[in-house]
């Protein structure tokens, strides 16, 4: 007759070490490290939310980044932050877009860029805006 195994205890985890991180407005970036080339970066928030200026209620959308950048890059974990940093803010679809591009383009000064925000249907309408530098 064989006998059960022996279930291991599983460590304690010290999560109080950890530090919870927050929502920020505020893009890291880092060198580009082939500046001599064109090349694309894209970024997909699938979890994008903000709130209606109008209702309160929230919005959700897909975030779609593209951008060719020229001396800088922005650093992935700053920008899940700064799109995280939208959740509690009242914006039109339009203005969240735009706000958007604007930042990235302050940040990192791309060669070129492009955001879509595509948002889920609200009130029997699909909204799709796609912003775009220059």
């Not at 991180?21 to 082939?34: D, H, V």
């Not at 779609?64 to 700064?82: F, G, H």
């Not at 940093?85 to 958007?100: K, L, P």
Request: charged share 30%; with cysteine; proline share 9%.
């Amino acid at each position: 007759m064989k006998r059960p195994k022996k279930a291991l205890a599983a460590a304690p985890v010290d999560l109080a070490a950890r530090r919870r991180a927050s929502p920020a407005r505020r893009l890291e970036t880092f060198p580009n490290p082939s500046p001599q080339r064109d090349y694309e970066i894209r970024f997909e928030c699938p979890e994008f939310t903000c709130v209606c200026p109008m209702t309160g209620q929230p919005d959700f959308a897909t975030i779609r980044i593209s951008y060719t950048p020229d001396k800088e890059c922005v650093e992935l974990k700053s920008l899940k932050l700064y799109l995280w940093s939208f959740r509690d803010e009242g914006a039109f679809h339009e203005a969240v877009t735009n706000r958007i591009l604007d930042d990235l383009v302050a940040a990192v000064a791309p060669r070129k860029a492009e955001v879509v925000g595509d948002f889920f249907v609200r009130g029997g309408i699909h909204t799709v805006v796609v912003a775009r530098h220059p």
